[in-house]
T-cell receptor, first 113, second 110 residues
Framework: NAGVTQTPKFRILKIGQSMTLQCTQD?????MYWYRQDPGMGLKLIYY???????DKGEVPNGYNVSRSTTEDFPLRLELAAPSQTSVYFC????????????FGPGTRLTVL | GQQLNQSPQSMFIQEGEDVSMNCTSS?????WLWYKQDPGEGPVLLIA?????ELTSNGRLTAQFGITRKDSFLNISASIPSDVGIYFC??????????FGTGTRLTIIP
């Protein structure tokens, strides 16, 4: 099992550009999550999904969109990149929600200039 | 929303020393989790706590679920170089979303 994989590892965007952060898990988990981690801060939940076709907003959803067409994939879309979106983005998955173990990907470091 | 305050923010210790850190919440949780993040990696779960007063160990790590359900503690005994990293607490109450603390950065001085 590869676990949770994320691509790309690093990316630099110009203000106003768009991009999609990819996330795939091979553990057949129902739940998937996107977090952002700003320097010196904890993880903030952007969006999550409880299963294919179902997504919901987390704590900081503005400026992002997600889709969940399959169990395995949960891409995160940035439509108009802004400097405030400079962060490290982590995707995670779990079998059930709440306190179940979340398995994290290695992260994508995004810089918006 | 719920807030988790983690302390200390950073620790500088010598190899072999014991480490203590804690996490306090403005509201109660049903589950406390402790994660560790190595540089350049995603967090990895260390210990999960599901009951007030629970004390759970994982090797040299011991964590406790506070009686008030508003706090949790993590201790590391006899620290070694691979303990370096950022330790996060996280809490859960009644929904699918975890709330994460701001982290404690552990550095071991040679």
């Amino acid at each position: 099992n590869a676990g949770v994989t994320q691509t790309p590892k690093f990316r630099i965007l110009k203000i106003g550009q768009s991009m999609t952060l990819q996330c795939t898990q091979d553990m057949n988990h129902n739940y998937m999550y996107w977090y952002r981690q700003d320097p010196g801060m904890g993880l903030k939940l952007i969006y999550y999904s409880v299963g294919a076709g179902i997504t919901d907003k987390g704590e900081v959803p503005n400026g992002y969109n997600v889709s969940r067409s399959t169990t395995e994939d949960f891409p995160l879309r940035l439509e108009l990149a802004a400097p405030s979106q400079t962060s490290v983005y982590f995707c995670a998955s779990s079998w059930t929600g709440g306190g179940d173990t979340q398995y994290f990907g290695p992260g994508t470091r995004l810089t918006v200039l | 929303g719920q807030q988790l305050n983690q302390s200390p923010q950073s620790m500088f210790i010598q190899e072999g020393e014991d480490v203590s850190m804690n996490c306090t919440s403005s509201s109660i949780f049903n589950t406390w989790l402790w994660y560790k993040q190595d540089p350049g990696e995603g967090p990895v779960l260390l210990i999960a706590l599901y009951k007030a007063g629970e004390l759970t160990s994982n090797g040299r790590l011991t964590a406790q679920f506070g009686i008030t359900r508003k706090d949790s503690f993590l201790n590391i005994s006899a620290s070694i170089p691979s303990d370096v990293g950022i330790y996060f607490c996280a809490g859960y109450f009644g929904n699918e979303k975890l709330t994460f603390g701001t982290g404690t950065r552990l550095t071991i001085i040679p």
